[in-house]
């Protein structure tokens, strides 16, 4: 019984020691997990969507930036914009799940517009105040279809 006798010479640390391990060893898993989890529905998404922003139907790239740079003649920091996101139709903080059916694929300008509201409104809601701000070319800096 090695770990018992180490922990009747050194209790306070060693259980400061494995609690302190445990919590990050999970609070680590439970990011990688969180995160890897929007990762599938999100290419399932993009795919499905041949590429194209749900919101602003603006094409978006999902792995190389300078490419979809070049490809537009656009700066890298406006191709930052279009970067393909996995967007949750029912919001995530309302409790909206990372599920297939909850997820679109949406571009890094929409998505983020739509969370910085104060309540972000419904995606149907949504789309269209994009498709009128887009019909008076006032939505993204450069438009590329
Ligand atoms: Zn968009």
Not at 12 to 19: A, Q, R, V
């Amino acid at each position: 019984m090695p770990v018992r006798e180490l922990s009747d010479w050194f209790p306070s640390i060693l259980n400061y020691e494995m609690t302190g391990t445990l919590f990050i060893s999970v609070g680590i898993t439970y990011m990688a997990k969180s995160r890897k989890s929007l990762i599938k529905p999100r290419s399932i998404a993009f795919t499905r969507q041949a590429g194209y922003c749900f919101y602003c139907n603006q094409p978006m790239w999902s792995n190389d930036l300078l490419e979809f740079a070049s490809k537009y003649k656009i700066t890298p920091g406006q191709a930052k914009h279009f970067q393909c996101t996995g967007e949750h139709l029912e919001v995530h903080q309302d409790g909206g799940s990372s599920k297939q059916n909850n997820i679109v694929a949406a571009c890094l300008f929409c998505n983020q517009k739509r969370h910085r509201r104060k309540m972000p409104p419904p995606p149907e809601q949504y789309k269209e105040l994009i498709d009128r701000r887009m019909a008076k070319g006032c939505w993204h800096s450069v438009r590329l279809n």
